[in-house]
């Protein structure tokens, strides 16, 4: 699968060595492109298939208004952002980014994902802890489908997923962020993910 990266930080590099390892075709958009595989974000997307928001939440909006409807439209954009303040709290109040982002793009099929977790964790979960929860929100199930098979290839077994429904579930998870950045203050450490034990 061809899939753009936006961003380039930890979360963007790490998905996509991963993701170029399973035999997937990796660009990067970057606000600095270099090279072969960092390119603008507009020129990544165009010979994309999938789109990953590896942003800072509130940088999302932005980024992909640059970039256009018209050429993200049709598009699955995967987002694993997450939208927090200096003081870590959540950076909004009613619908999520992804909602936000749906909304403002009804033709992009918009699939929320990884954003409960560490960078480390999206893409070995099992080999990080003993047990991983991974959510999946988003109104395309086909879109959901694609994301689901990306899971896989970044080690999430299918026992691990859960399909929280619509994008409207989104915002529940992107609640969550406030309750990550507390568990790795108590912790002094990131390497944990929120599990659902049945």
């Known amino acids: 699968m061809n899939i753009a ?4 930080g930890k979360v963007g590099s790490t998905l996509g060595a991963r993701l170029t390892s399973q ?8 606000r600095t492109p270099a090279g072969a595989d960092r390119l603008d974000h507009r020129s990544a997307v ?5 789109v990953v928001t590896a942003l ?39 619908a ?34 003993p047990a991983a929860t991974v959510f999946v ?7 959901k489908t694609v994301v689901t098979g990306l ?3 970044l080690g999430w077994p299918g026992t691990a997923i859960i399909d929280l429904g619509g994008i409207d579930t989104a915002a529940a998870t992107e609640q969550a962020g406030s309750l990550y950045f507390a568990t790795v203050r108590a912790l002094g450490d990131a390497r ?5 034990s049945r």
């Open 5 to 8: 990266v936006l961003g380039t």
């Open 23 to 30: 035999g997937h075709r990796v660009l990067y958009g970057s």
């Open 46 to 50: 165009a010979s994309s298939d999938l």
């Open 56 to 94: 800072p939440g509130g940088d999302v909006l932005d980024v992909l208004d640059e970039i256009r409807k018209e050429a993200l439209a049709d598009k699955i954009l995967l987002d694993p952002s997450a939208t927090i303040t200096p003081q870590t709290t959540t950076g909004h109040a009613g």
């Open 96 to 129: 999520g980014a992804a909602v936000r982002v749906q909304r403002r793009f009804p033709r992009t099929r918009v699939v929320k994902t990884l954003n409960t977790m560490n960078f480390t964790i999206m893409v070995d979960p099992l080999a990080s802890v």
């Open 137 to 143: 929100s988003g109104d395309d199930g086909a879109a």
């Open 151 to 153: 899971l896989g290839d």
């Open 192 to 196: 944990f993910n929120l599990t659902v």
